[in-house]
């Protein structure tokens, strides 16, 4: 049982376009996130969810815009995508507190 | 907003090597967390540890928060040990929310 699912792990697309990327966890956590990891590795965070609400929206176009349509799923939609959204993206999800913090496998996005 | 350093960048070790990868911090922090990242892009979380010392296995790891810094014990390395290992502090006091260093990049040779 995968404890928090991304979907696609692998997305190419042209500039221009929209795509989503969706994540569930089963885990039972109350927060989720996403994550950006750069080709130097740097991993930053974009959003935080905790009980399908924002609590953190890091400076991010806005362009990008997560749904929360329960506690279990965090989605990320981005809307013209352009060739620096070219990235891997993480989801995790976490209890309440530092314990427990767990990733996704990652959704490798290409924009050509 | 919480600066953290990763020391070294890379490493490279033959196998069987012990290493030491150091995390310091701008501030007092009241968790820390140390992750692997493998060679295929897992993320695993291998420590919390906001301060003394943990062990798993050939990992340990050490948190004085009243210095600000942690370091990440690997003995008897293997190749399986390679990829990127990150710390991570809370975003701001009282946050659990993690700003990730920039991490320190493993290779363990056969």
């Known amino acids: 049982d995968t404890a928090v699912s991304q979907t696609p792990k692998y997305l190419v697309t042209q500039m221009g376009n929209d795509k989503s990327i969706k994540c569930e966890q089963n885990l039972g956590h109350d927060t989720m996130y996403w994550y950006k990891q750069d080709s130097k590795k740097f991993l930053k965070i974009m959003f935080s969810y905790n009980n399908k609400e924002l609590i953190i929206n890091e400076t991010v176009p806005n362009r990008f815009s997560p749904k929360s349509p329960d506690k279990a799923h965090l989605n990320l939609h981005i809307n013209s995508l352009e060739l620096g959204d070219s990235a891997v993206y993480f989801c995790?999800?976490?209890?309440?507190?530092?314990?427990?913090?767990?990733f996704g496998s990652g959704t490798r996005l290409t924009v050509v | 907003g919480i600066q953290v350093e990763q020391s070294p960048p890379d490493l490279i070790l033959q196998e069987g090597a012990n290493s030491t990868l150091r995390c310091n911090f701008s501030d007092s922090v009241n968790n820390l967390q140390w992750f692997h990242q493998n060679p295929w892009g897992q993320l695993i979380n291998l420590f919390y540890i906001p301060s003394g010392t943990k062990q798993n296995g050939r990992l340990s790891a050490t948190t004085v928060a009243t210095e600000r810094y942690s370091l990440l014990y690997i003995s008897s390395s293997q190749t399986t040990d390679s990829g990127v290992y990150f710390c991570a502090a809370p975003r701001s006091g009282g946050s659990y929310i993690p700003t990730f260093g920039r991490g320190t990049s493993l290779i363990v040779h056969p």
């Open positions: 995790a999800s976490s209890p309440v507190g530092p314990y427990g913090y767990t």
